[in-house]
Structures are given as C-alpha cells and as structure tokens.
C-alpha cells in the first residue's frame, strides 16, 4: 500500500494570506494525487487531480504541484470561504487520503 | 445534475449487519466506477471500497476486507454496501462517490450527502 502524509496538519492564517500544505506518498505516484476541501458537516469536494488540474468551478487561487512522491497544494490569496480541511488522495494504486491539513483564522 | 444519495444507515449492535445503498441519476450510471468511502466522528476519511462500471473489478481497504461486500445495480442505478461483523470502529459517515470521469479511477468527482453507521451495544 502507498501511505500518504501531510504537513502541517493544522495551520492558522489571515484572509489573503498565501497557503502551502505538503503532501508526501511512501513511494512514487505519478502524479495521480487528488486535492479535496471538506467544510464541517459537508461531504469533501474535488479541488484539483492529476497533482496540477483544476477541477471545473474551482477558483483559481488553488494551485497544485510536485512530481514524483512530493506535491503541494497552495491557495494563493486566501478568502473567508476557504477556512476547511483539505485532504490529499493518491489514486495510483489501492486508494489512500492523506489525514488532513485544517486551515482556520488566525 | 449528478445526484448520489445514500441510505440504510442506522444503529446497529457489534456483530451485526447492514446494508448501505446508494442511489444514482443526473447521469449514465453504468458508465462509471463508484467507490464507498467513510469518515468516523471527527476523524479524516477512510477509503472503504471500489466497484468498476461493470463490476468487473473490485478493490477493499485491509481494514473491511472479508466483512464488506460491494455491489452494483446497473439497471437499478444504485451501488451497495453489504456490512457483516460490524465492529465499534465502523462507526462511521458512509459516502457514496463516483468517478470524475469514465476513466475507471478511484478518482472521487461527486459525492453524496453521506449516511451515519453506528455500531454499538
């Protein structure tokens, strides 16, 4: 199985802050990592695949990059809306999340 | 408009069964490859299970492995979730989730609302 991590797992930031969570696989996953939000009480969304693709909808202040076992996810200018949990996901193999970076107000 | 609704959650003893249901429409159902995935209360999400469109390929997480049964109902537009020898630990928010794309990944694009499975005494 490939595990996932992530870093750091909680954060606090001030509206239009720019945000960076880390996501590492145990091994190499060729690009095939998922970002999701997940708002309190709401099922998680789809943000980006494919470690860069914007999923449709999705602002354009999310970005997605990396290669290989390490990618990142940054927010570039950070709005009241996008306080949440995000989850990395690898799908190159049996699924696995990462355990979730939450992003609140400083 | 994709649509994924979940039922047949509920409280239910250690040792018991359920069977979670999933319902499907605003698209091709039998075009795509579904997956169950929970989340237990205050926890992260848990990947559960895969099912291709045509069933013909099916993948469990180690932890429901020989307990969970996935299934699907291409004429009935609806997935399932058959849960024996359920534990404390399942307790949990079961969402069906579908497919971005018809690419047969378990790359989760639309989501349900969620059902809630206690297991209790």
């Known amino acids: 199985d490939i595990q996932m991590t992530q870093s750091p797992s909680s954060l606090s930031a001030s509206v239009g802050d720019r945000v960076t969570i880390t996501c590492r696989a145990s091994?190499?996953?060729?690009?095939?990592l998922a970002w999701y939000q997940q708002k309190p009480g709401k099922a998680p969304k789809l943000l980006l695949y494919?470690?860069?693709r914007l999923e449709s909808g999705v602002p354009s202040r999310f970005s997605g990059s990396g290669s290989g076992t390490d990618y990142t996810l940054t927010i570039s200018s950070l709005q009241p809306e996008d306080f949440a949990t995000y989850y990395c996901?690898?799908?190159?193999?049996?699924?696995?999340f990462g355990p979730g970076t939450k992003v609140d107000i400083k | 408009e994709v649509q994924l609704v979940e039922s047949g959650g509920g409280l239910v003893q250690p040792g018991g069964s359920l069977r979670l249901s999933c319902a499907a429409s605003?698209?091709?159902?039998?075009?795509?490859?579904m997956n169950w995935v929970r989340q237990a209360p205050g926890k992260g999400l848990e990947w559960v299970s895969y099912?291709?469109?045509?069933?013909?390929?099916?993948y469990y997480a180690d932890s429901v492995k020989g307990r969970f049964t996935i299934s699907r109902d291409n004429a009935k537009n609806s997935l399932y979730l058959q849960m024996n020898s359920l534990r404390a630990e399942d307790t949990a928010v079961y969402y069906c989730?579908?497919?971005?794309?018809?690419?047969?990944?378990?790359?989760?694009?639309?989501w349900g609302q969620g059902t809630l499975v206690t297991v209790s005494s």
């Open positions: 989730a579908r497919d971005l794309g018809e690419l047969e990944l378990p790359l989760l694009g639309y």
């Open positions: 605003g698209f091709t159902f039998s075009s795509y490859s």
């Open positions: 099912i291709s469109s045509s069933s013909s390929t099916i």
């Open positions: 091994q190499g996953i060729s690009n095939s």
């Open positions: 494919a470690a860069s």
């Open positions: 996901q690898q799908y190159y193999s049996t699924p696995f």
